[in-house]
């Protein structure tokens, strides 16, 4: 029973966080006014998205809802633990210490912190790799987009 | 100036250094995606993007090309080598490839990969040059209605052919063309739901949202769930030879599978992963040799090779002459020209022979180096695939990050990645597709440009949609392609996937 909660409960919650923003955004598009014959507004495009995606979410979240009893367990590896969710949740901090670091510290610090906390959190158990690791894939990145193809790399105190 | 004159001054501006080198890195560095699990031509192509401007319109084009298509040579690689599909449309060839890998015939696999793969890739490449330009200038015929009905039949297909349900494929695009309105709107200059943040007044760029929904979503999927590399099968030059028997069972299905690829190409949303299923089910069906389907039936990797790399060709066809891209990576293309201040459409070839011509030139060639490179450094190539997920995963993290960085040299754009990213998991993890939101962002601004001069144009009086023959046509498609799709299509695809 928990299995099918698991499987089903996610399928719900994202039918309905997409209904309610399409219903929330049906407002400012209607705001911006859907234009008259012959003169379409700019309302109209996100008018008609928002309608679609009322309509088909809501028709998707029934349909699941009217599955939900006949759902069988799902399969073991579909089902994610705390441990996976952690991990996950883990891997995207480790991602967004890139774009607040980089603006001040440049491409060089945040690119070490990012490919060596990444490297942890993916299975390397020693510190040393890691390290050795981050500084290779930091220095090839910077020789070849910065070097060899000139491009500006963020810039900050240490770069 | 005749064609083959045009081609002859083709292969002069592709011979040129920088354009051949382009093509070279293009080939090698797409190839070298394909073979990567996780990095897909979409992330790398949105990487060199900023690249290219460096170089010129042709130069960039050639080397974006060349990363789509180069990855579809070595996503087969190691589909075959070490059951592991590089690329989407790699993964039907792991039934057939791996099999034949583990009864010894590794090295016939691959080399009736690569030549089917050159076969479809230059077939793919005599139908552009043949077709584009006539094409291109019946199109020139097209008005805004013409073009509303084109957009509307790339909608409805989009819905249909993503995933099982069309309704989340409608979720998605319908998402995706929601997204594409935000920021300033370029006719009336009012702000659309920007929110008071002023880097949403420039839009949300697709590239950030292709890249954080494949690329992140991928990392993250790949550090929960790393897969373990098998041991890698060495293939020497001279095994590369496949027997008398298996060059006459390969020679149908690699011709047939070209001309599946050259039809599926041009349809919206992904044309070679279609392509490819659609010509194992066929080979399957037609097959004398039934039984040996699922245990290392030549036929099954002649044919889908063969269909992925003229799909992938074909594809282009849309682009090169109306200006719509029907699958993400042409957006990238078409982003990529834009860059350039060059608009692919009807006039593109009259405005820009030698674009055109130096392309598919360059599309020759990089289709013959992709053969002359990939047989003898197969091992090479197999060996990158061997590489763990830990090693992979903090290289394709800090190229996405670069990537989604260098698309407009933004912060925003990062954020907007990862949070892509995470949208992309949950809906990956939930089955929904995600080609059609890309798509959806990419073709929304074309649909709503085209539906308002259409309305404009007609005044607001659809009733004189009746008097434009070729857009009622287009129109009268939609229903027609529906239940094709619905009925024979999914049909032959479901029995391919199924097997």
Known sequence: MKKIKARIKPDLIVYGILTAFAAVMLFPSLDLGLGEKGNLGPGLLPFIASICILVTGSTLGISSLLKKARAGPSPENDVLGRKEWLQAAGILFIFSLWPLLVGFAGYIWPTLLVSFGLAKAVGYKSWKQPVIFSVLITAFIWLIFGVLFHLDLPSGFSF | ?499
Request: charge should be positive; hydrophobic fraction near 55%.
């Open chain 2, 1 to 499: 100036m005749s064609g083959i004159e045009y081609l002859w001054d083709g292969f002069q501006v592709a011979l040129a250094p920088a354009n051949f080198l382009m093509c070279l890195v293009g080939v090698i560095l797409g190839t070298l995606v394909g073979v990567l699990p996780g990095l897909g031509p979409i992330e790398a192509m949105a990487i060199m993007l900023p690249i290219s401007i460096h170089y010129g319109p042709l130069a960039g084009l050639i080397l974006l090309a060349g990363v789509w298509y180069g990855a579809q040579y070595g996503g087969s690689t190691t589909s075959i080598l070490v059951n592991i599909p590089g690329e989407a449309s790699s993964v039907i060839t792991t039934i057939e490839g791996y099999q034949m890998t583990r009864k010894g015939r590794a090295g016939a696999a691959l080399a009736v990969s690569a030549v089917g793969s050159f076969f479809a890739g230059t077939l793919g490449i005599v139908i552009l040059q043949l077709f584009t330009p006539p094409l291109a200038a019946a199109a020139l015929s097209f008005g805004p209605p013409e073009y509303l009905a084109i957009m509307l039949l790339a909608f409805v297909a989009l819905s249909t052919l993503s995933g099982d349900n069309p309704f989340k494929g409608t979720l998605m695009i319908a998402l995706g063309a929601f997204l594409s309105t935000v920021g300033i709107d370029r006719i009336a200059g009012v702000q659309r739901f920007t929110m008071g943040i002023p880097n949403m007044m420039y839009g949300i760029h697709f590239v950030p949202v292709a890249v954080g929904l494949f690329g992140i979503a991928e990392v993250i999927r790949l550090a929960l769930k790393p897969y373990t590399p098998t041991s890698l099968k060495s293939v020497r030059f001279r095994e590369l030879y496949p027997n008398r028997e298996e060059i006459r069972r390969s020679i149908i299905p690699i011709i047939r599978g070209s001309f599946i690829g050259s039809l599926f190409g041009l349809l919206p949303g992904t044309p070679a992963v279609l392509a490819s299923f659609t010509s194992y089910s066929v080979e399957k069906s037609l097959s004398p040799k039934k039984e040996e389907f699922g245990h290392g039936a030549i036929e099954g990797v002649a044919g889908p090779e063969s269909a992925n790399n003229s799909a992938v060709v074909l594809a282009l066809v849309p682009l090169l002459c109306l200006g719509i891209p029907f699958a993400p990576v042409a957006a990238l293309l078409l982003a990529g020209l834009q860059l350039h201040n060059i608009t692919p459409g009807p006039l593109f070839i009259q405005e820009n022979p030698s674009i055109f011509w130096g392309f598919v030139a360059a599309m020759y060639l990089g289709n013959f180096l992709l053969l002359v490179l990939n047989l003898p450094l197969v091992g090479l190539f197999a060996r990158v695939a061997t590489l763990r997920p830990r090693v992979l995963i903090p290289i394709i993290g800090i190229l996405c990050l670069l990537g989604a960085y260098m698309t407009r040299m933004a912060l925003f754009d990062v954020w907007v990645m990862i949070a892509a990213g995470i949208a992309g998991f949950f809906l990956n993890h939930l089955g929904f597709p995600l080609i059609p939101l890309i798509l959806g962002m990419v073709l929304g601004n074309i649909l709503e440009d085209n539906l308002r001069v259409t309305t404009q144009w007609l005044n607001g009086d659809f009733a004189l949609l009746l008097t434009r023959p070729i857009a009622l046509a287009i129109l009268a498609l939609i229903p027609i392609y529906i239940l094709f799709i619905r009925l024979a299509g999914k049909k032959v695809l479901r029995s391919g996937i199924k097997d």
